[in-house]
């Protein structure tokens, strides 16, 4: 279980990460740890890549329908723009950015930010996704959940997708993707 260190008493930043399947609950931690920095009278700014744009142009929506305000932005370099604003910054689907996420992540916490990403670790074909595994081996913590297989009911980490489109980021939910476990995965 993830302990949130006492951000008010370090002046150092760090990078959070919380990655995982489809359906492994990301977007639900991120809010809930967002939702408790407010709480702690934190200035919190939160973002999201224009391209999601499944629930709400301007909210970051949970499976479960847990939303929290952010800002859409075209690009990671535009997060920086905020960079005076909060103490926290919140940033979902990572996976989506382009590869100066990581920068910017690295950036925000250089300035004594507290960084709490989500996004997806693997695509549907189980490769590592966008610059995912360079987020999670800069930063300081990382937590990894895991969703229920839909086929047999292990735990789950990959995000098999059961259409036959082949590009790499095809935006869905149950329509488009199940939560599966290594062996039905790959049978």
Known sequence: MFVEPNFKSNKSGWIEVVCGSMFSGKTEELIRRLKRARI???EVSIFKPQIDTRYHEQKIVSH???TIQAISV????AIMNHAHKADVFGIDEAQFFDANITVVCSK???MGKRVIVAGLDMDYLGNPFGEMPKLMAISNYVTKLHAICIKCGAIASYSYRITSDKKQVVLGEKEHYEARCRNCFNQ
Do not use: G, K, R, V
């Open 108 to 110: 925000l916490a250089e």
């Open 74 to 77: 075209i690009n990671a370099d």
């Open 40 to 42: 702690a009278n934190m």
């Open 64 to 66: 479960d329908e847990n």
